[in-house]
Nanobody, 117 residues
Framework: QVQLVESGGGLVQPGGSLRLSCAAS????????MAWYRQVPGKQREMVAR???????NYTDSVEGRFTISRDNAKNTVSLQMDSLKPEDTAVYYC???????????WGQGTQVTVSS
């Protein structure tokens, strides 16, 4: 059974930091590209950050320089360090895995991040 379990969301003031973590089980973690997406009500889910099996990263423009994605293949975890948070970062954040061979996607249940004073 595949599980992606996010943690670390919450309420933070503008300019603050949060670290999201995603623990994966039931997948061959090393052959999965891992990513974080976010979604606000009424809008499409958007990719925030992605890390390949080789460790290459890419980010959506709005978070470049503020967010950092990392992975630990020994622990089957992927993290998202979010600094200098802005109110527009408020969303439900989802962990995503994609197998590089089968292209099969899995999603976590989401964790709420709220940036507000």
């Amino acid at each position: 059974q595949v599980q992606l379990v996010e943690s670390g969301g919450g309420l933070v003031q503008p300019g603050g930091s949060l670290r999201l973590s995603c623990a994966a089980s039931g997948i061959s973690f090393r052959v999965n590209t891992m990513a974080w997406y976010r979604q606000v009500p009424g809008k499409q889910r958007e990719m925030v950050a992605r890390i390949t099996t080789g460790g290459s990263t890419n980010y959506t423009d709005s978070v470049e320089g503020r967010f950092t994605i990392s992975r630990d293949n020994a622990k089957n975890t992927v993290s998202l360090q979010m600094d200098s948070l802005k109110p527009e970062d408020t969303a439900v954040y989802y962990c995503n895995s994609r197998n590089i061979w089968s292209r099969r996607d899995y999603w976590g249940q989401g964790t709420q991040v709220t940036v507000s004073s």
